[in-house]
Nanobody, 126 residues
Framework: QVQLTESGGGSAQSGGSLRLSCAALKGTVSINCMGWFRRPPGKETEALARIDWDGTTTYADSVKGRFAISQDNAKNTLYLQMNNLKSEDTAMYFC????????????????????WGQGTQVTVSS
């Protein structure tokens, strides 16, 4: 069983930064792709960034150049560095893990992830 626990959410001013962390307990499951997603109030879940087992990253256009996904395999931790935050970044943020390799359009990748954390809230005020 895979357990994912997000942390690092909170409040920030527009233009500010936050770093989210996701601690992963993977057990015997072979995880090949991890990602960050968010769900704004009243909207559907949006894929933001994903990272493959070899470190290859993919970003949604909405966060490209502002957010950076990374992983520390020794610590089994996934990160999302968020810079130049905007009010529209306000959402519940989730990390997720997949047994499949990262592939296809990131916009459709939400369907590939079978393991999800509980989420951490990010609120950006202008």
């Amino acid at each position: 069983q895979v357990q994912l626990t997000e942390s690092g959410g909170g409040s920030a001013q527009s233009g500010g930064s936050l770093r989210l962390s996701c601690a992963a307990l993977k057990g015997t499951v072979s995880i090949n792709c991890m990602g960050w997603f968010r769900r704004p109030p009243g909207k559907e879940t949006e894929a933001l960034a994903r990272i493959d087992w070899d470190g290859t990253t993919t970003y949604a256009d909405s966060v490209k150049g502002r957010f950076a996904i990374s992983q520390d395999n020794a610590k089994n931790t996934l990160y999302l560095q968020m810079n130049n935050l905007k009010s529209e970044d306000t959402a519940m943020y989730f990390c997720a893990a997949s047994v499949y390799y990262c592939s296809g359009p990131i916009s459709r990748s939400v369907f590939d992830f079978g393991y999800w954390g509980q989420g951490t809230q990010v609120t950006v005020s202008s």
